[in-house]
Nanobody, 129 residues
Framework: QVQLVESGGGSVQAGGSLTLSCVASGFYHSNYLMAWFRQAPGEEREGVAAIDRDDKITYADSVKGRFTISRDHAKNTLYLQMNSVKPEDTAMYYC???????????????????????WGQGTQVTVSS
């Protein structure tokens, strides 16, 4: 059974750091395009960072230079290191996998939510000013 389970969310003050984890089971995530999305109340889901099968990384402009996506192949785990967080980073964060067989993406296509067919349940991040 394919499953993605996020953890690591919580409350943090602006300027602080947080690390999110996403453990994959039922498939080997290193073979696929993986991404982090977020959704704030009343807002659309937006892509934050993506990493393809060749470890090519794409970031949303809003997090570039502050967030880092990475993965541990041995632990089958995806990470999102969040530094210098801002109140506008407050959202539910989701891990997603594109298991369609297309293992790469480019630019904005990396953040088309409809291409991802496996999603975690989300972990809440709240940043206070």
């Amino acid at each position: 059974q394919v499953q993605l389970v996020e953890s690591g969310g919580g409350s943090v003050q602006a300027g602080g750091s947080l690390t999110l984890s996403c453990v994959a089971s039922g498939f080997y995530h290193s073979n696929y395009l993986m991404a982090w999305f977020r959704q704030a109340p009343g807002e659309e889901r937006e892509g934050v960072a993506a990493i393809d099968r060749d470890d090519k990384i794409t970031y949303a402009d809003s997090v570039k230079g502050r967030f880092t996506i990475s993965r541990d192949h041995a632990k089958n785990t995806l990470y999102l290191q969040m530094n210098s967080v801002k109140p506008e980073d407050t959202a539910m964060y989701y891990c997603a996998a594109d298991r369609s067989g297309i293992t790469y993406c480019q630019g904005g296509h990396c953040f088309e939510a409809t291409r991802y067919n496996s999603w975690g349940q989300g972990t809440q991040v709240t940043v206070s000013s």
